[in-house]
């Protein structure tokens, strides 16, 4: 599904991540790895958000020769989003279904499930981290991406909204959606079947 081949990336003259070859098969992924290890820059290589040495497939399809098909079946939701904080969560989510060409009812159904529907008329900047942290997380799912990459989904949301994200995990896993996390709390496996779990250790990233 997803495969990364002759990966370096460097900030400056400091090196982050180097590695040959990771490749990893449908299903729920996990990566882990302490702080500054890479994850998020990882993350961030997948999603084409920042430039790097090597070659990213998933499912055949080249990130740095097709992006923009490639980007249309990726998601992306960062472990901190930032947005403009004079836009409203509608215009957000409204932007999201445009460019993804859903329908208006999953983000209305998304918002709904995270109880967020309330909020929607109101800027963002007047946000709690939890509510913009589901914001991001209702974006994320709308669409029909291939991959969800979910970077420290669980920080900052209270038990409820982990349970029904989790719950959310597992009803697109079931219809064939793949998934990364990162998660610095232990993803408990009554919770979630993870398929992979993985660390970053030495720039390299390593199956555990
Ligand atoms: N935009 C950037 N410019 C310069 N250095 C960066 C940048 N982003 C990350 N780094 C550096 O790259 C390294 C990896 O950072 P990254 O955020 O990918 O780690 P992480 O594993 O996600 O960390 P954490 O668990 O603390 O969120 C760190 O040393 C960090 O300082």
């Known amino acids: 599904m997803l495969s990364l081949i002759h990966i370096h990336k460097k900030y400056g003259s400091h090196e982050v991540l180097n590695f040959s070859e990771w490749k990893i098969d449908s299903g729920i992924h996990w990566l882990k790895g302490g702080n500054g290890t890479g994850k998020s820059t990882l993350f961030r ?5 920042t430039p790097f040495k090597g070659k990213v497939e998933l499912n055949g399809v080249n990130l740095k020769k097709e992006p923009v098909k490639f980007r249309s079946i990726i998601s992306f939701a960062e472990a901190e989003p930032q947005y403009p904080l ?7 989510i409204d932007f999201y279904t445009g460019t993804r060409n859903a ?37 994320a799912f709308i669409g029909d991406p291939v991959l969800y ?10 038990i409820a909204s982990a ?13 064939g959606k793949s998934f990364l996390l990162s998660s610095h709390q232990e993803v408990s496996a009554d919770k979630l079947k993870l398929d992979g779990v993985f660390n970053i250790d030495d720039k390299q990233v390593i199956r555990l």
């Open 45 to 49: 290589i997948i999603s084409g958000q």
């Open 86 to 92: 004079f836009i409203t969560g509608q215009e957000l």
């Open 103 to 139: 329908k208006a009812s999953q983000a209305a159904n998304l918002a709904d499930y995270f109880e967020m529907s309330a909020f929607l008329n109101q800027k963002v900047g007047g946000y709690s981290s939890g509510m913009l942290k589901k914001l991001s997380l209702i974006c």
């Open 149 to 158: 990459i979910l970077d420290e989904p669980l920080i900052t949301i209270d």
């Open 163 to 175: 349970d029904k994200l989790y719950q959310l995990i597992k009803e697109k896993a079931a219809q």
